[in-house]
């Protein structure tokens, strides 16, 4: 089993910054493909970020291209999101989410695709 637990969430006016950590536990990481995903109130659970099990491969949804980015220690064990210019629909609870099995680059974008889930970091951007 992977067990994975977000941190570095918070209140954040808008325009500020913020980076979320994922940290894994349990097993090596390095077989998996990495995703960030979030949830805001009264809507679905929808794709932020993701990256490929080496590093090499990153996937943005647009919204938050050019403002965030997703990047991964293996060695630690560790996923980050780096959000800078922060709006107040960025408002949500975030998810690190861990997949395995990539058959097409469609995979990352599914939430329905991934083995694993952390139980959330709650960001707030306030106007």
């Known amino acids: 089993q992977l067990q994975l637990v977000e941190s570095g969430g918070g209140l954040v006016q808008a325009g500020g910054s913020l980076r979320l950590s994922c940290a894994a536990s349990g097993r090596t990481i390095s077989s998996y493909a990495m995703g960030w995903f979030r949830q805001a109130p009264g809507k679905e659970r929808e794709f932020v970020a993701s990256?490929?099990?080496?590093?090499?491969?990153?996937y943005y949804t647009d919204s938050v291209k050019g403002r965030f980015t997703i990047s991964r220690d293996n060695a630690k064990k560790l996923v980050y999101l780096q959000m800078n210019s922060l709006k107040p629909e960025d408002t949500a609870v975030y998810y690190c989410?861990?997949?395995?099995?990539?058959?097409?680059?469609?995979?990352?974008?599914?939430?329905?695709?991934?083995?694993?889930w952390g139980q959330g970091t709650q960001v707030t951007v306030s106007s």
């Open positions: 990256v490929s099990w080496s590093g090499g491969n990153k």
């Open positions: 989410a861990a997949i395995l099995n990539v058959y097409s680059s469609g995979d990352y974008y599914s939430p329905n695709k991934y083995n694993y």
